[in-house]
């Protein structure tokens, strides 16, 4: 039989697997969503297109990666350093 604290470990690890996954679908949205607003800008006759990136771009898509990631998790990087860990 399964104890009870291995019960609530799993629900927990079942949990935050489905949250993370989420967290980085919106994100990973966001962020494509945000190179598509951003090449129909530079080419409005191109709004069709499939974004394939270049390597040029790999820079620009770190920052976004990075400013997606800092917006997530800032929240919870700032109440965990409150409490010292």
Do not use: C
Request: avoid cysteine; charged fraction near 20%; glycine fraction near 6%.
């Amino acid at each position: 039989m399964i104890s009870i604290l291995t019960q609530e470990r799993v629900l927990g690890a079942a949990l935050g697997t489905v949250l993370a996954s989420v967290v980085v679908f919106e994100q990973r949205k966001s962020i494509y969503k945000s190179i598509s607003e951003n090449q129909s800008r530079f080419s409005p006759q191109s709004q069709t297109t499939v974004y394939i990136p270049k390597k040029d771009s790999s820079i620009e898509f770190a920052h976004l990666w990075n400013k997606a990631v800092d917006q997530a998790f800032g929240p919870l990087i700032k109440v965990l350093g409150s409490r010292g860990w």
